[in-house]
């Protein structure tokens, strides 16, 4: 079926080191791989995304990578600053004949300072 | 651009009551979703559009209607408000396979 699994649920990190977060997807006709930051009260937001033909793309203080063969996908924050903390979502985005975005169940990040 | 909007930011509801969550996007995404999302939890799809005419369910649609008869509008209809419903609503669009893009949500509360 369509899942994606998300881990781990929350994540606790001193400031300055780094944090990853890992996503599992399902359906192998997922080809775009978004994350999503959300503060309190906030709507999630984009802070990076991945297309299936491209291993790892990085900006700034934030990296993801991608592996299709394991369906496997991760989050890398580097560097991690207070205002990191917030939640983060992680999707794959199906194509078979229309698009379908299937979220992860979310990981509450606190960056201890 | 104004992105995704959403109207009312806020809206407290007795049970039993009807209404109607309206969401505008003005990016000409043909795709748009309402997802609604619980205190700490994840968000969980309710209804969604591949198109202006063409809706269909998502994961918990009971409760729920839409409609989408132009490209930037896609209203939610609570039909009879319980207060299982109480929760935050978000209006998303995209097109193809692209950014979707939240509106700033709707909180309800549902006595």
């Known amino acids: 079926g369509e899942n994606v699994e998300q881990h781990p649920s929350t994540l606790s990190v001193q400031e300055g080191d780094s944090a990853v977060i890992k996503c599992t997807y399902s359906?192998?006709?997922?080809?775009?791989f978004p994350w999503y930051k959300q503060e309190l009260g906030k709507r999630p937001q984009l802070i990076i995304d991945i297309r299936s033909n491209v291993g790892e793309k990085k900006d700034q203080r934030i990296a993801v990578t991608l592996n299709k063969t394991a369906k496997h996908f991760s989050l890398h924050i580097t560097e991690t600053q207070p205002e990191d903390s917030a939640v983060y979502f992680c999707?794959?985005?199906?194509?078979?004949?229309?698009?379908?975005?299937?979220f992860g169940t979310g990981t509450r990040l606190k960056v201890l300072a | 651009n104004a992105g995704v909007t959403q109207t009312p930011k806020f809206q407290v509801l007795k049970t039993g009551q009807s209404m109607t969550l309206q969401c505008a996007q003005d990016m000409n995404h043909e795709y748009m979703s309402w997802y609604r999302q619980d205190p700490g939890m994840g968000l969980r799809l309710i209804h969604y559009s591949v198109g202006a005419g063409i809706t269909d369910q998502g994961e918990v649609p009971n409760g729920y209607n839409v409609s989408r008869s132009t490209t930037e509008d896609f209203p939610l209809r609570l039909l009879s408000a319980a207060p299982s419903q109480t929760s935050v609503y978000f209006c998303?669009?995209?097109?193809?396979?692209?950014?979707?893009?939240f509106g700033p949500g709707t909180r309800l509360t549902v006595l």
């Open positions: 999707a794959a985005v199906i194509h078979s004949g229309t698009y379908k975005y299937i």
């Open positions: 359906d192998s006709a997922s080809n775009y």
């Open positions: 998303a669009s995209f097109s193809g396979g692209n950014i979707q893009f």
